[in-house]
């Protein structure tokens, strides 16, 4: 018991820890644009990896940080910060599992437009490729609007086969192809199913 009563506490400070590091990260005041050096840099995104661990509310605090990531990259351009794929990819994927549980509320057309609006506002600041955008299709094959959960992988599915053509990095997988299937077969959708399998 006391070894339980130990480790709880650990976690208690340890949280608080986060909270308070964070809200540091996050303050322009203490921490204004263009400031943040390569230490920083990665405390941000050790930051995202424990935040994503915590649960519904963890995955809101780690897209805080990466937010911050993404102003200061754009207010900093001369340190050249890049943000590994596999650290989209995991908070992706905790975002996804926390979606499809019905642990957040975040759909999946918000989270491609976020990751579209980091881009375009830092060209270059990570590369997305196919597994990326199968995590989203993914996550939308549990989308509780029917309608929605279709329409949105249809047009994001078509989408990655036309700019394939151009960029094979995303052109779909298997995988990716089962997930539309799930999608489309959840909603009905025989039609969508054969094009994706097509």
Known sequence: IKSRSASTGVSVGMDSWW?????????????????VDTLFWYQMEVAILYWIEK????????MEVLERMVEEAANNQEEGFTINIYLIHALLSAWKTQFQNQKNDILPSTILNRIESHLDRVPG?????????????DG?????????????SEHLFERLLHESKENTGIRPSEVTIGTVL?????????????KAEA
């Open 125 to 137: 600041l990570f590369e997305p490729n196919i597994a990326t955008y199968t995590i989203i299709l």
């Open 19 to 35: 909270e308070e590091s964070t809200k540091k990260l996050l303050d322009e005041k203490l921490l204004p644009l263009g400031s």
């Open 182 to 194: 799930k999608a489309f077969s959840k909603g009905g959708n025989i039609d969508g199913a054969q």
């Open 55 to 62: 649960g519904s509310s963890g995955i809101y605090r780690a």
């Open 140 to 152: 939308a094959a549990y989308c509780p609007n029917p309608s929605e959960r279709i329409d949105f």
